[in-house]
Each structure stands twice: as C-alpha cells, then as structure tokens.
C-alpha cells in the first residue's frame, strides 16, 4: 500500500490557511501521512456548494450554517462513531459556547470546531484609551468619523442577529414564529441605517477582512467597528502597521454582552473520501486541545477548543484578544441551520442593505424579511 495523500479546503486568510498547513506537517511527521490543503475566498468559504467540495476533497473546512444543507445532501461523514466516545466527549466538553453543537443536526455531529467567533467589538488601542462598552459611546465614535461597520453580505444580516438578541428578543431560527419581531426588528434595522449613515459608503461592500485591512493599514483614521467578527490575525504584532485589539460588544440591551450572531468554522469530513478513517483521525487530533492551545494558535490560528482560549501566551501575544471577548462568545446565538437558510441569508442580507441604505419605512424590510425567512422552509420537510 502506498503513502496516504489527503486532500483539504479552507478559506484563503493566514487564519484560516497558516495553522491548517502548519498541523499538516506535524500530522505527517508523527503518521506518515500527508495533507495537501487548497484555499478559496471568504466570500465563497461563505456560500460554495459543499457537496461540490466534498466530491474533490477528503477534508472541509465548513461554516456551521450549512449543516442543514449538508445532512439532505448526505456529503459528509457523521463524527460520533463507535469506539471514538471518549475523544468525542472530550471535544464536546471543550467548546467555548455554542462551538460544539453548532455542527450537531438531527442527531449528528458533522463537524469539529476548529475556530471560534462570533462578532464582537475591534478597536485601535494607539488611538483609544479602551473599548466603548455602550451603543451610545460608539455612535459618539462613528459621529466623530472613526468607524467603519463590514455590511457585506451575510454581514449586514450578522449585525441584525446580534442587534435583536441583545436587545432580547433573538431572530427565530424555526418557521412556528415570525422571522424577526416587529418592535425589536424595527429599532435593530434603525440602529444599523444610523450607523451606516455615518460610515464610508464603502462599506456596504467590505467584509470584516476589508473593514480590518483599513483599520490596520498606515495612517488610517478607524479607531473601531462595533460589530464585526474578531480576527485574531490583527492583534498579533506585525501582521499590518497597526494592531487592532478586541473587546467584547457593546451592549445595547441591559443584558451584557448577549446575543451575538456566533460565527467560526469546523473541520469536516467527505462522504466520498477514499480515505475516511484517515481523515476521521486527523480530525479529531487537530480539534484537540493539545494541539488547539499549541501549534495551532501558535500558526495564527483562532481555536475553536476551550485549551486554547485559556493559554496564557496565546493571550499575551494577541492583546487579551481570547479573554476579552469570551463573555460574547460564551452568550452567542447560533443562527438558524435548515437547508434553506443559505440562500434565505444572502436573500436578507440584500434586502437589509437597500433597508439601512435608503429612507423606507423599516417595518416594511422586516415584513419582507419575515415572508424570506417562511419561504426559506418550502419544500424542506
């Protein structure tokens, strides 16, 4: 039998990218085993077919929204198999949040956490002497120029997830109820448009990678964004001219720091992989605290296991990054994972967009939200 060449697709950030190919080459050195990793955009990561990946590649970098689609496709391998429980009840005790289960559906756990997120406040330490904790200390911000908000779809949808639940009444993620409350909604889409209106029109095209990239770049006049994903890549000294620290996100509701629209990403295995088992072991190994507090971190990775976001020199080396977001990560929302919701998701966050951007009533875009959000279930069981 010839050497094992394993196939694998991420997303083309160093965060998602660096720390796959870093444990690649540990995993060949301790099994003899190799994984060849491709990468593709941010923009696709958020909406390619898997069942298309899945057919070209053993391992898959996923986004936990797709596990609906993914279970009536039957493109992957469920993880919870016989004779793995006490690694798989390891990996289940070590999520941060809603890490773990966010990869569970109909009694199945598709995906592994490999990093964690959801959307949190980034500010510039150079330029702020600490984290505006409150809606109202951001808008004094974003009306001084200093802010910048990624609506990019799906995120401009993100914002509205995060905004409902901290303000206590979270988007349904089943069809038994209306999509968005129409007293939360309405003021959610009115906070978002004051914000919008005073950000670069720009950013109705930037995704929180380009939102980052702006802050962090020589000479920028950014000191925040409120609600934007955190990326532990901009906290570490040298990625761009400026580093960027995280802080959990302001709250608007009388909470805390609740409700946010939980993000991150699992490692998951093809259906019609040759090689099942040797990817199975990968894996587990590689959302394994070991190697989630260690060499994964330590490749610019953002770990989805508990281990790493305790370790010490990982949080001296990003600014706190991990302790001062936890309490958001720890109260995320997970967002609804049927298998309509992906087109249902680029759908709504148009319509946000064109809400926050003109001067329509904003009862209308959450009716209209509303009535996606239904049709998003037809023909889905």
Not at 33 to 43: C, P
Not at 97 to 114: C, D, E, K, T, V
Not at 298 to 312: M, R
Not at 337 to 359: C, D, K, L, W
Request: charged fraction near 20%; charge should be negative; glycine fraction near 10%.
């Amino acid at each position: 039998m010839g050497a094992i060449t394993l196939r694998g697709m991420t997303w083309s950030h160093p965060r998602g990218y660096d720390p796959m190919v870093t444990c690649a080459q540990d995993w060949r050195a301790r099994t003899g085993i190799s994984i060849e990793w491709d990468k593709r955009s941010l923009q696709d990561f958020e909406s390619f077919p898997v069942e298309d990946l899945a057919r070209r590649y053993d391992l898959i970098v996923i986004d936990h929204p797709h596990v609906g689609q993914i279970t009536a496709e039957g493109c992957l391998t469920p993880l919870d198999l016989p004779g793995r429980e006490a690694p798989f009840a390891a990996l289940a005790d070590g999520s941060v949040g809603l890490s773990f289960p966010s990869y569970n559906w109909q009694g199945r756990q598709w995906a592994f956490p490999i990093d964690a997120a959801t959307q949190v406040l980034a500010f510039r330490p150079d330029r702020l002497d600490r984290a505006p904790g409150t809606w109202a200390e951001v808008l004094d911000l974003a009306k001084a120029g200093e802010m910048l908000l990624p609506l990019r779809p799906p995120h401009s949808l993100m914002c509205l997830f995060t905004l409902c639940g901290n303000l206590g009444r979270p988007c349904a993620v089943e069809r038994d109820q209306p999509f968005v409350d129409a007293e939360i909604g309405v003021q959610a889409i009115e906070m978002i448009r004051e914000l919008a209106a005073l950000a670069d029109p720009a950013c109705t095209g930037m995704d929180p990678i380009a939102v980052l990239d702006r802050m962090g770049e020589a000479g920028s006049r950014y000191s925040l964004s409120p609600l934007i994903y955190g990326y532990v890549s901009y906290s570490l000294a040298g990625f761009r001219a400026n580093r960027i620290a995280f802080a959990d996100m302001p709250v608007a509701g009388d909470a805390g720091p609740i409700g946010s629209a939980l993000g991150g990403t699992g490692i998951a295995v093809s259906a019609f992989s040759a090689q099942r088992e040797a990817a199975v072991d990968f894996a587990y190994w590689v959302a394994a605290g070991p190697q989630q507090a260690g060499r994964y971190w330590q490749a610019g990775g953002q770990p989805g296991h508990a281990a790493g976001w305790e370790d010490e020199a990982a949080n001296a080396a990003t600014l706190g990054f991990y302790r001062n977001t936890r309490r958001t990560l720890e109260g995320a929302w997970l967002r609804p994972r049927h298998a309509g919701y992906m087109p249902f998701q680029e759908a709504a966050s148009q319509r946000i967009n064109q809400a926050v951007t003109g001067r329509e009533p904003a009862a209308r875009a959450i009716a209209d939200l509303n009535a996606l959000f239904l049709k998003s279930f037809a023909g889905n069981g």
